[in-house]
């Protein structure tokens, strides 16, 4: 079982990018003494299937470095917190979540991209009503509010259909989007917003359970590009003591990406019921392209073309304080 790091006595205020986000005391990279990063998990989640993964087919030391054992976390906003104090180096999280963090003064980058916003959506019960984005409005909703995820959906919500789903639903706040889902089963609220492979989890038990709208559409329709999702943030320390470890772990992510897409039954048997999720959900997000998984270096202009418009997108809707500065992006 792997070694949980205590919580640290501090609150960063990152549940909406409108109220100041505090920036902690930063205690510098967990193992800058060697060169071997750190990383943690929340689970259950993908973070976890990638460290199966990545651990199985030895893809650090096929890259000339070792992944320390990191922790594991149930709470996004611990998980968080706790890369914001250096307490480990490598971080799974969406690219604005370390956008934030990058701009407020937290000493990170986003090493790459390793997934598209496919997997984004919420939930409803089939036969509500509830059954668009717009029928969210007055009505109670299970989110995890401190999550990258939660604010690119209000601000798209917003900027498309012109009203905020933070003022004008009722949010019930969670830590995860399991929690999320789980809201919803029992009756709790009408709607929940929800990732995968959370989302196909909850509704292969629930039958009464649906889908409703798309994100992905919903974004390119309104910004004319793909929409960015989740990516791969490292403490700047970690680079900075080895020069070499950015790419080593681009790379180590690169493999791990496009291994698990193009094999996904192997995947399945893998990491299914070790990472919280079946090997029938594992295989049906990977196969489907639910999940969305796709490498994207930040070495590619196209990459970061993507993110600054979407970044744009977020600043104008005021959930960034400003546009990304290059010194965001990792490159080699």
């Known amino acids: 079982m792997q070694k949980k ?21 930063s205690a510098g990279p967990a193992h800058a003494q060697d060169n071997n990063p750190s990383w943690a998990t929340v689970i259950p989640g993908v973070s976890l299937m990638l460290d199966i993964y990545v651990r199985h087919h030895k893809l650090d030391e096929r890259n000339g470095f070792t992944l320390t054992t990191g922790a594991e976390y149930t709470s996004v906003p611990t998980y968080y917190n706790d890369f914001d104090v250096g307490a480990y180096d490598v971080a799974y999280g969406s690219w604005d979540t370390f956008a934030v963090r990058h701009l407020a003064g937290v000493p990170c980058k986003l090493l790459c991209l390793i997934s598209t916003g496919e997997g984004i959506g919420f939930a409803a019960r089939k036969g509500s009503d509830v059954k668009t984005f717009d029928d969210l409005r007055g009505r109670a909703v299970s989110a995890p509010q401190s999550t990258g995820t939660y604010r690119l959906l209000r601000a798209l919500i917003k900027e498309s259909r012109g009203w905020d789903l933070q003022e004008e639903a009722n949010i019930q706040n969670v830590t995860n989007a399991t929690a999320s889902v789980n809201l919803l089963r029992s009756g709790v609220t009408e ?35 793909e929409l960015p999702y989740m990516g791969i943030g490292i403490r700047t320390e970690r680079l900075d003591a080895d020069p070499d470890i950015g790419k080593k772990l681009t790379e180590m992510m690169r493999m791990c990406i496009e291994g698990m897409v193009d094999n996904p039954t192997e995947t399945a048997e893998l990491v299914g019921g ?15 392209g639910k999940l969305g998984l796709k490498y994207r270096s930040l070495e590619e202009d196209s990459a970061r073309d993507m993110l600054k418009a979407a970044a744009k997108f977020f600043h104008r809707n005021e959930l960034l304080t400003a546009e990304l500065p290059e010194e965001y992006f990792f490159r080699t």
């Open 274 to 288: 070790r990472s919280g999720f079946s090997p029938e959900v594992v295989y049906d997000v990977i196969s489907s």
């Open 5 to 25: 790091i205590s919580r640290r006595k501090f609150v960063a205020s990152s549940t909406m990018l409108a109220a100041p986000f505090v920036l902690p005391f």
């Open 191 to 225: 709607a929940a917003l929800g990732w995968e492979p959370n989302l196909s989890d909850v509704l292969h038990q629930a039958g009464d359970l649906h889908r409703i709208g798309s994100v992905r559409e919903e974004y390119t329709k309104l910004i004319g590009q």
